[in-house]
């Protein structure tokens, strides 16, 4: 009888030692690794998940003007920040090209 208990307590903790890895994952990182992504992290995501603003689609002029508007809502950056933010924004998130928005699908 005791050696079932000690089994069945062997066979719970090996369960739980190989699916505690796999629960602790976290999910996949929605910016990608580009010039500014930590300046990113550091202001932006003080405030904000990165999933609100990440898939977003812009131009750099809008983009530029989100990070005004941050600004004026308190975000604490420099002018050097500013733009890095807005230029990994604008690179890593841009707007589709009219052209590209309009094409048929798969061509």
């Given at each position: 009888m005791?050696?079932?208990?000690?089994?069945?307590?062997?066979?719970?903790?090996f369960g739980l030692a190989a699916v505690g890895p796999v629960l602790a994952q976290t999910p996949k990182d929605p910016l990608p690794e580009a010039p500014g992504k930590d300046v990113v992290v550091r202001v932006c995501t003080s405030c904000h998940d990165a999933t609100q603003f990440a898939f977003a689609r812009l131009t750099p002029e809008e983009w530029d003007n989100e990070v005004t508007k941050m600004e004026g809502a308190g975000a604490d950056m420099t002018a050097e920040e500013h733009a890095a933010i807005a230029a990994y924004l604008a690179k890593t998130f841009p707007k589709a090209a009219?052209?590209?928005?309009?094409?048929?699908?798969?061509?």
């Amino acid at each position: 009888m005791t050696l079932r208990i000690f089994l069945a307590a062997a066979a719970a903790a090996f369960g739980l030692a190989a699916v505690g890895p796999v629960l602790a994952q976290t999910p996949k990182d929605p910016l990608p690794e580009a010039p500014g992504k930590d300046v990113v992290v550091r202001v932006c995501t003080s405030c904000h998940d990165a999933t609100q603003f990440a898939f977003a689609r812009l131009t750099p002029e809008e983009w530029d003007n989100e990070v005004t508007k941050m600004e004026g809502a308190g975000a604490d950056m420099t002018a050097e920040e500013h733009a890095a933010i807005a230029a990994y924004l604008a690179k890593t998130f841009p707007k589709a090209a009219a052209a590209d928005a309009k094409a048929p699908m798969g061509q």
